[in-house]
């Protein structure tokens, strides 16, 4: 349960960088290389929150001999004190490019209670050419293609960072496609308008977004799935509520570093 | 009743005490409620009858002791990650790998 519950995380994290009835164009990049949020994960067991993981999202610069790319790194870790029951060290991260946000590479590696997910990205066009690891079964390499604009969950979240949300009105949808765990998966964000919330930043107007995703038995609903990103040129995403069959949690930013604006 | 209740009382009790093992803080304060609670009704059945009144009085210690552990526990221990030098390791090596694949790419 607590894979699903980190792995919904990022995924709603993600498909909060929604774009609604927005142009497909970048507007001013909201995050710069060295921003660092951090955020606690919290699961809802009868009314009182029990905090279980923390999640740190990570942007740098990496060179290459002819380019650099942004690395846009995402970790779940599990507080020390869960280590001895169930340990988790989730590592997601893209290579895009600094300019467009167009992803070059996504990789997944994933050790959960001793559980093993390996998994690679490389974007040529509109296919993937993809390596999988579970366990010990061994890699398994497969080419897939995948629709235009289609993009892995990390990639997807700081892509959304920069589209201007301030455009959209209210009750505004838009379904778009994300590719994990080899599948298109089609989600559904609805603009449910702006919320005034407590975040570490102080009391901050937020762009508040329900979640859904289609065929997807956690995160079906309607608007039990909410992300609120700060209605500034950070675009922060600072609280993500979600609803699954087994219950609710959220995930809390607590720490922020080297924001843009 | 008074079975019910005893039963109910014990197996509060025993959830009280498994639950201080895991790191889920407050919420021992459920099963514990519910234990003292049977343990305030054994106690006063016992009395009206006559009987002797330590049964009561060890499922109410059991309980307030489990939540005196986890609240504590939860007050004390803070919400900090493991330095974690294999996922650290780990990270050092998908970057390198990336950046290959990336150099491939170009």
Redesign the interface.
């Known amino acids: 349960m607590i894979i699903k519950l980190i792995q919904n995380y990022i995924l709603a994290l993600v498909l909060t960088a929604s774009s609604f009835s927005f142009s497909q164009e970048l507007s001013s990049k909201s995050f710069k290389s060295g921003e660092h949020l951090s955020y606690?994960a919290s699961y809802n067991?009868?009314g009182?929150l029990?905090?279980f993981a923390?999640v740190n999202m990570k942007v740098a610069t990496?060179k290459?001999?002819?380019?650099s790319?942004l690395?846009l790194?995402c970790?779940a870790?599990?507080?020390?004190?869960?280590?001895g029951?169930f340990k988790i060290?989730d590592?997601y991260?893209a290579?895009v490019s600094p300019y467009s946000l167009k992803p070059?590479?996504y990789?997944r590696?994933n050790?959960e209670n001793g559980t093993i997910r390996k998994e690679?990205y490389?974007y040529k066009g509109n296919n993937i050419q993809s390596t999988y690891v579970r366990g010990k079964s061994g890699t398994i390499k497969a080419n897939f293609t995948i629709p235009s604009n289609t993009r892995d969950i990390v990639s997807t979240l700081y892509y959304i960072r920069n589209l201007p949300i301030d455009k959209a009105n209210t009750g505004d949808r838009k379904d778009f496609n994300i590719v994990f765990d080899r599948k298109i998966k089609t989600a559904t964000l609805t603009f449910m308008g702006t919320e005034t919330i407590s975040t570490i930043f102080g009391n901050k107007k937020c762009y508040k977004i329900g979640v859904s995703v289609k065929k997807d038995k956690l995160l079906k609903g309607k608007a039990s799935n909410i992300v609120y990103i700060t209605a500034d040129k950070n675009k922060v995403p600072v609280l993500i509520k979600f609803s699954i069959p087994v219950g609710n949690g959220q995930l809390k930013l607590t720490k922020s570093q080297n924001l843009k604006y | 009743m008074k079975l019910l209740t005893s039963i109910i009382a014990i197996l509060g009790a025993i959830i009280t005490i498994a639950s201080t093992i895991f790191p889920i803080g407050n919420l021992t304060i459920f099963p514990a409620l519910i234990t003292i609670l049977c343990g305030i009704i054994l106690l006063k059945l016992h009395k009206k009858e006559g009987n002797n009144i330590l049964f009561p009085k060890v499922i109410i210690g059991l309980a307030v002791a489990g939540a005196l552990i986890s609240s504590c526990r939860s007050l004390l221990t803070a919400d900090k990650i493991a330095e974690d030098q294999k996922f650290e390791q780990r990270q050092e090596k998908s970057n390198k790998e990336a950046v290959e694949d990336l150099e491939g790419l170009e």
């Open positions: 606690q067991m009868s009182v029990t905090t923390e990496v290459t001999s002819k380019n790319y690395h790194k970790t870790n599990t507080y020390k004190k869960w280590d029951f060290r590592l991260e290579y070059y590479i990789k590696d050790n690679k490389i």
